[in-house]
């Protein structure tokens, strides 16, 4: 016995399981058929009942919206993936802000000290305030000079150029995932010259008051280009 289906009756297991198939667009009809276990013919017929036709565009209507709502979600965890990231960064600047902070605090009270003559310890003798270290921004090494008695440990101060690239690049990926970011390009003509616009006029569709102002500027023209070789010497 075929299966008919009218918009008001509810569709047989196979019709569903059919209907599914064809809304998921991943399978010919005839693969269809098969799968459900009906005839391509059968099949066929079902596709041109309306009943049939509604619950495919609803399954449809339900994968569409599963994808949208899967490609949400998987872009907020990048979100909050990032924005942890990122996060963590800013906790970095902060930490070393502190204790450049300090650092710095200690080097003023030695400049006070060392200008009111007082013998100082070894080891702070020569601390002065490091420009930039309180934004967070500078990394702190210790390098050791000289060997033996003679040897001192130095410090050196550098921007951090890795963790700011980082944090940028974060920031980069955040807005094109939010739809914020617009990638810019420069059109050059050859060899990066500008590129050269030429333009025409058709005088066949000139009025008679653009062909007038063309003639006076044209006679002006002629008239300059002779005032000028009247004034060459011979």
């Known amino acids: 016995m075929s299966e008919n289906v009218s918009p008001e009756a509810p569709l047989t297991g196979r019709q569903q399981e059919a209907a599914a198939l064809l ?3 991943r399978l010919t009809r005839e693969q269809i058929a098969a799968a459900v276990g009906v005839r391509d013919r059968t099949l066929y017929r079902w596709q041109r009942q309306p009943g049939f036709q509604a619950r495919v565009g609803l399954f449809r209507d339900e994968y569409r919206r599963a994808v949208l709502e899967r490609g949400i979600a998987d872009r907020v965890a990048r979100l909050d993936e990032l924005n942890e990231r990122w996060e963590k960064g800013r906790r970095v600047i902060a930490a070393r802000a502190e ?3 300090r650092r710095n605090e200690l ?3 030695v400049e006070r000290r060392r200008a009111a003559g007082e013998d100082l310890p070894r080891e702070i003798a020569g601390l002065v305030p490091v420009p930039g270290y309180e934004t967070g921004l500078l990394t702190r090494t210790l390098k050791q000079l000289g060997s033996g008695a003679a040897v001192r440990i130095v410090e050196e101060f550098a921007v951090d150029t890795g963790l700011l690239a980082e944090l940028r690049q974060m920031e980069q990926q955040a807005a094109k995932e939010v739809g914020q970011w617009v990638d810019r390009g420069e059109v050059t003509g050859k060899n990066g010259a500008p590129i050269q616009v030429q333009h025409s006029l058709d005088l066949a569709e000139a009025s008679e008051e653009e062909l007038e102002i063309l003639e006076r500027l044209a006679r002006r023209r002629a008239a300059a280009r002779g ?7 011979a």
């Open 23 to 25: 809304a998921q667009g």
């Open 99 to 101: 204790e450049g902070r």
């Open 107 to 109: 080097a003023r009270a």
């Open 227 to 233: 005032d000028r070789a009247g004034a060459e010497p």
